[in-house]
């Protein structure tokens, strides 16, 4: 437990999940039978346009909601039954970060949480630190951070627990164009080093490429998924990638898909 | 620069206004020498140095032991409040009451249960929990729900959510409820005081420096009350600097609880009959608790039966109807006066934000100044007339209210001002147009938050002084040993002053529709 390793665990199967949220006088089908395979150790992304469902897929895969219908299965676990052994990492479009705690006691709060001495984990913690990029700002509140910078934190977080699937809700989402493509780098980095099964849900057609062995395109109203592409980048991957004809290709094809799916 | 000519022009504004007081006090300009000269206040204060040691000994004992109990039961009720919304529902009663009730109203009814400094302790607790309640509701409920997120992904349970972001959220918000508190738990120690108990305490050395003609100790008197109310303020507003990292409000949230009811009418008349139920039940228990004589103490029936079927119940009826319309008119004209104050106050300000600057520091000082010593005060240089009563009335009601309009005014739309500044409209027109208007819905809220205030400094102004009223009543009754009167003044004061706060939060829905 005292340095990053490799992570093991099962394969994630979402098998016809249905969700639906009452309005008040209306009924909105979140999710309509999806179904999703994530092989162990893959990046999958997840997009589509605003209310096909994407984020309460992911808090499905949380533990953080049930569904109505189906089955959620990390190997042979539910998402509550990982969440609550603490194998999931999450981190959102907002970084979510205690303000009155410092970087490193920010990163320490799921260790805490699932009662593990944190003195046990100092090596990880740092080994995390530098991983994003954060030494030196060890003590530094997040008000003293740059947007950026929050979000390297909320990572780290995610990661600190050594979690077996990590779920990443638009965690670039509120950052520019230029530091959201040098975040993406960062990411595939920090993934290799230990290569999670990673779900990402994004806005962004060229970081979900990027970044996923997959992409999972979805549709609104209700709900579905409507199409899964194979990303055939070798890793690791360099922002070059981005201007070949291949890459440019693959994205028009997620774009007609997704104006195809009622799209923006 | 710039902050050391602030710092001088202020400066010289306080050193100008000594000055004037000096004048005034030394040449005996106001109400034949009411108004000493502050150098005459400082001579007596230190001529009566050694009274004072015993004195505010006892009462900051009293006070402390209050602000701690009130705030361990307000911080306890305001987790369960967070928690349970049905704790919410049952406790919103017993909160209104604690919010409006006159605190002079319940002096007597304590000082029947309960002797020695025991009757301080419980007035200062009730002084208390109010804002420290309201705070920490507030403070545990609004956190982050991503963090919440974070924690349960985690693997955490509520209990966790509770442990590691809902205590630490909510501090800040306690501890700006504290800088509240302090000053009331002083308020609550002193108005106790002035009904006796032991000889010994700020309010009962207030008291016996009545009669004796001398203006000075009293004002003295006063200005160690204030001192004692101020460092509270700023000890607990230095903690909080020191806790608030990141910036937040300062200001308590007192609206949220009046308007706080949700949902269909039925629905809040029921959880308002309910709470209500709580709150009888809560009297009904602590008497049964305290095993008291029936003849001393008084059950709801009891005071139902004062009022109805008793022979001498109409007489009853009548003295107390001829109490209430004696102060209720006069709460309301001095909270009318108050709001009007206010509001000149805040518009000048708007408009010349220099003069408001000069004029601020004397009305953040009369605020500290808790009340039962600002009144004597007030007596003296306004005479036992009306007009003093209505004084000390515009005095407490004046500072929330001015706070609340001004925060109205200069959040009014940028965007507005500049279509009138367009139209070729100066500072007047926007405020007329824009402002002004804008500033009516404040004004209903302001008229809320003071209105119980109003009536607490009618009360203490007719129990120390004017002789009149409810505030005499409850003096008379005392004297009369009429049990029965004392207690259907403290429930009826409760019942009025909540009455008056929901009519204002009624009229506050509408406006700001």
């Known amino acids: 437990m005292s340095t990053l390793q490799e992570v093991a665990g099962g394969a994630l199967r979402v098998q016809n999940v249905e969700r639906t949220f009452a309005l008040k006088d209306d009924v909105v089908r979140a999710l309509d039978k999806v179904s999703l395979e994530v092989p162990v150790g893959s990046f999958i992304s997840l997009i589509g346009p605003s209310g096909c469902g994407k984020s309460t897929l992911l808090r499905l895969l949380a533990g953080l909601e049930s569904p109505d219908a189906g089955s959620l299965l990390i190997g042979d676990k539910t998402p ?27 990163i320490t709060l799921p260790l805490q949480v699932m009662g593990k001495p944190v003195k046990d984990f100092k090596t990880v913690i740092e080994e995390l630190i530098s991983l994003v990029g954060l030494q030196g700002f060890e003590h ?72 996923a062995d997959k992409v999972a395109v979805m549709s609104a109203r209700p709900g579905r998924i409507i199409e899964i592409v194979d990303v055939p980048f070798e890793r690791p991957r360099v922002p070059e990638i981005m201007r070949s004809s291949e890459f440019h290709h693959l994205a028009d094809r997620l774009s007609e898909l997704l104006f195809a799916g009622g799209g923006h | 620069m710039k902050n050391f000519s602030r710092f001088a022009r202020g400066t010289g504004v306080v050193l100008i206004v000594l000055a004037i007081w000096e004048i005034l006090g030394r040449l005996e300009l106001v109400g034949q020498g009411a108004l000493p000269a502050p150098t005459q206040i400082l001579a007596q204060l230190w001529k009566d140095r050694s009274d ?41 009663g017993l909160g209104m009451s604690l919010f409006a009730v006159p605190l002079i109203a319940i002096v007597p009814v304590l000082l029947l249960a309960f002797t020695g400094t025991t009757p301080r302790i419980i007035l200062a607790a009730m002084a208390v929990y109010f804002p420290t309640y309201i705070a920490t509701m507030n403070g545990m409920r609004n956190v982050d729900e991503r963090l919440v997120d974070v924690v349960m992904v985690a693997g955490g349970s509520t209990t966790d959510v509770l442990r590691w972001i809902r205590v630490r959220s909510a501090l800040p918000y306690i501890v700006s409820a504290f800088r509240v508190a ?59 600097a020191r806790l608030t990292q990141s910036s937040m409000s ?67 009826r009548s003295r107390l109807f001829d109490a209430y319309s004696e102060t209720l ?57 009306i007009l003093a009563t209505v004084v000390v009335c515009v005095s407490v009601t004046f500072f929330p209210s001015f706070v609340t309009i001004l925060q109205a005014l200069a959040t009014t739309s940028p965007a507005a001002i500049d279509v009138v500044r367009v139209s070729g409209g100066g500072r ?30 009618v009360m203490i102004a007719e129990y120390l002084a004017t002789g009149d009223g409810l505030g005499n009543l409850l003096n008379e009754s005392r004297g009369r040993l009429d049990y029965g009167m004392i207690w259907t003044v403290a429930t009826t004061s409760v019942l009025v002053a909540v009455l008056i706060t929901q009519l204002f939060g009624l009229a506050e829905k509408l406006t700001r529709q």
């Open chain 2, 182 to 240: 302090a000053p009331a738990a002083l308020l609550g120690t002193l108005l106790a005081e002035f009904g006796g108990g032991t000889r010994w305490g700020l309010g009962t050395y207030l008291l016996g420096s009545l009669g004796q003609a001398n203006p000075s100790r009293l004002w003295s008197i006063g200005l160690v009350a204030t001192a004692v109310a101020a460092s509270a303020y700023m000890l607990f507003a230095f903690i909080g």
């Open chain 2, 250 to 316: 300062a200001t308590v949230q007192t609206s949220l609880p009046m308007g706080g009811a949700t949902g269909p009418w039925w629905k809040r008349l029921g959880g308002g009959v309910i709470s209500a139920g709580v709150v009888l039940g809560l009297w009904a228990l602590v008497l049964s608790i305290l095993d008291m004589s029936p003849v001393v103490a008084k059950s709801p029936f009891a005071i139902v039966r004062y009022l109805t079927t008793d022979p001498r119940a109409s007489v009853s």
């Open chain 1, 140 to 211: 530094a509140l997040p008000s003293q951070l740059s947007g950026g910078m929050r979000q390297r934190v909320a990572i780290a977080r995610a990661l600190v627990t050594e979690p077996e699937v990590l779920l990443l809700d638009e965690p670039f989402g509120a950052l520019d164009e230029i530091l959201r493509r040098t975040m993406n780098l960062e990411l595939q980095r920090i993934w290799s080093a230990r290569r999670p099964t990673t779900i990402l849900v994004t806005h962004s057609i060229e970081e979900a490429i990027f970044l």
């Open chain 1, 80 to 106: 509550n039954e990982m969440r609550t052994a603490g194998r999931l990492g999450v981190a959102f479009q907002d970084p979510a970060l205690m303000p009155w705690r410092s970087v490193w006691k920010n």
């Open chain 2, 428 to 457: 007047l027109k926007s405020l007329r147009f824009v402002g002004l208007p804008g500033a009516v819905p404040a004004m209903v809220t302001a008229a809320r938050l003071a209105a119980p205030r109003a009536l607490l400094g």
């Open chain 2, 52 to 92: 004072y040691p015993p004195h505010l000994s006892v009462t900051l004992k009293s006070a402390g032991t209050g602000f701690v109990i009130g705030n361990i039961i307000a911080i306890i009720a305001g987790a369960i409040a967070a928690r349970f919304r049905i704790a919410e529902t049952l406790l919103r």
């Open chain 2, 329 to 385: 008119p006069l709460a309301l004209i001095g909270l009318l006066c108050g709001l009007a104050a206010a509001l000149l106050l805040a518009v000048i300000l708007s408009l010349r934000p220099a003069l408001g600057r000069a004029v601020l520091p004397f009305a953040l000082v009369s605020q500290t100044m808790p009340l039962p010593a600002l009144t004597p005060l007030i007596v003296l240089v306004f005479g036992r007339s």
